[in-house]
T-cell receptor, first 113, second 117 residues
């Protein structure tokens, strides 16, 4: 499985944008970039995913480098509720239930009031 | 909103005892995952089902762990005998099966916190 590298921890001030980086230099052409986050004492939840183009949804934006070897999850205006561990995951869409979902150690995001 | 249901939420058991966890995935989700999460670490995949078939159980300690999904719907994860090192959060997730080369979102339950004493 292709691996990702993320900083162990980051801090950000409340109501400011947050840029969470992820390096995936060994990404294959068919790997999708997924982001999940895990709030304290809860299971992980899906945030966003993309393949080549930048993506936006109600939770966040995903900026993907042109060579796809890195990506950045952008929270446009962090709130205290965004304090969580954020996981960057590569998924190969093998189909028919074979897609792996392999977590690393993620980035622990702390929001400062 | 549909959710992945897990029970119990918390379980305390003595070492060498048997323990079981139950998961009810979102209706229609053919893929089901069981993960173990040790405090401070990311979730580790134990077993993955596609309907009632095991797709991946390479990280499942088969001498003491077993998992089944008999009718392709709900699933049970069992540990027998439990060891102190099994203390962790056990998470269940489900997803629609990917088709057309498109990976689908996985939905997680709130997990079962196991403490072995």
């Amino acid at each position: 499985d292709a691996k990702t590298t993320q900083p162990n921890s980051m801090e950000s001030n409340e109501e400011e944008p947050v840029h969470l980086p992820c390096n995936h230099s060994t990404i294959s052409g068919t790997d999708y970039i997924h982001w999940y986050r895990q709030l304290p004492s809860q299971g992980p939840e899906y945030v966003i995913h993309g393949l080549t183009s930048n993506v936006n949804n109600r939770m966040a934006s995903l900026a993907i480098a042109e060579d796809r070897k890195s990506s950045t999850l952008i929270l446009h205006r962090a709130t205290l509720r965004d304090a969580a561990v954020y996981y960057c995951i590569l998924r190969d869409p093998q189909g028919f239930g074979n897609e792996k979902l392999t977590f690393g150690t993620g980035t622990r995001l702390t929001i400062i009031p | 909103e549909a959710e992945v249901a897990q029970s119990p939420r918390y379980k305390i058991t003595e070492k060498s005892q048997a323990v079981a966890f139950w998961c009810d995935p979102i209706s229609g989700h053919a893929t089901l995952y069981w993960y173990r999460q040790i405090l401070g670490q990311g979730p580790e995949l134990l077993v993955q089902f596609q309907d009632e078939s095991v797709v991946d159980d390479s990280q499942l300690p088969k001498d003491r762990f077993s998992a089944e999904r008999l009718k392709g719907v709900d699933s049970t994860l069992k540990i027998q005998p439990a060891e102190l090192g099994d203390s962790a959060m056990y998470l269940c997730a489900s997803s629609l099966s990917g088709t057309g080369g498109y990976p689908t979102e996985a939905f997680f339950g709130q997990g079962t916190r196991l403490t072995v004493v």
